[in-house]
Structure formats: structure tokens, C-alpha cells
């Protein structure tokens, strides 16, 4: 498809550090994109990493947790303290860790949240980024493809 100009790129979803590097190694057309689960309570650095080093971009999937992290105290806490919204904290954290982000929503009053004015307008403070940071615990809220070989 790609050769015969019916696809402009290529993409991949859930690809672990190894999935995407065996796939480096073999393929002829490298992908551009890579989605997969990214939150603060599973950053994925290594992975986010390994992507950035092939030129592979990544897309965030369950930014907010499956609307778990929405209610987490420290998310609350610096939501109240940068007047945005728990969803635009989460999501703001994640463009700030190099990722695009594709919230998913069927309420326009949540949809018109998540615009590039409002997402792109300031950054979260490092204090911020650490203490969502410090959420780290390797939960993986949707399916985990690292089983597959």
C-alpha cells in the first residue's frame, strides 16, 4: 500500500522496545508512528525514548487513566492550582513528555477542553511534572502486548 501511494505512513500500535526494534530490523518502510498507553502512573520513558531515537513519533492512548487518574489527589491538587481542568493537567503532562494525545469524549463541554489554545497555552510547572511524575507505578489500565513475541 505504502509503495503504491495508497498510504502516506505508516503506524504501529502497542509495540513494546523490542516489537518496535525487531521491526527496525527487518522492515523496509519504517513506521512513523507508534500508539501506545502513556500516563503518569505508566510514562513509558524507556519506550517513549527508543521511539524518539528511530524517529518514530508517539501518540498517547488512556492519557487520563480510563478517567481513574481524573480523580487522583495530586491530579485534583494542580488542577485547582493552574485553574485547568484534571483531563487538561493530564493531557498538558503528556505534551510536555513528547507525546500527541487523542482524548476521547461524546460531551462537546469536555471536547472543547481539550483544544490546542487551551492544551498549548502555558506549560505545567517542573514542580508539577515531578509530583505527576512521582505517580509511577507501571499500571497499565488497557491491554499489555508485552506477552507477544
Request: net charge positive; with cysteine.
Amino acid at each position: 500500500m505504502y509503495r503504491d501511494g495508497k498510504a502516506r505512513a505508516i503506524g504501529v500500535s502497542n509495540y513494546t522496545t523490542a516489537h518496535l526494534q525487531e521491526l527496525l530490523d527487518k522492515a523496509a518502510v519504517r513506521p512513523v508512528v507508534n500508539q501506545f498507553e502513556v500516563h503518569p502512573r505508566r510514562p513509558e520513558t524507556a519506550l517513549r525514548q527508543a521511539c524518539a531515537a528511530a524517529g518514530v513519533a508517539v501518540v498517547a492512548y488512556a492519557s487520563l487513566g480510563c478517567g481513574d487518574l481524573l480523580k487522583h489527589g495530586v491530579v485534583k491538587q494542580i488542577a485547582a492550582q493552574t485553574a485547568k481542568t484534571e483531563a487538561q493537567v493530564l493531557l498538558m503532562w503528556s505534551l510536555q513528555r513528547g507525546c500527541a494525545v487523542i482524548p476521547k469524549s461524546v460531551h462537546p463541554e469536555y471536547i472543547a477542553q481539550y483544544s490546542p489554545k487551551l492544551l498549548l497555552s502555558q506549560q505545567l510547572p517542573s514542580t508539577h511534572m515531578t509530583a505527576l511524575d512521582a505517580l509511577q507505578d507501571g499500571h497499565k489500565y488497557c491491554w499489555d502486548a508485552s506477552g507477544i513475541l
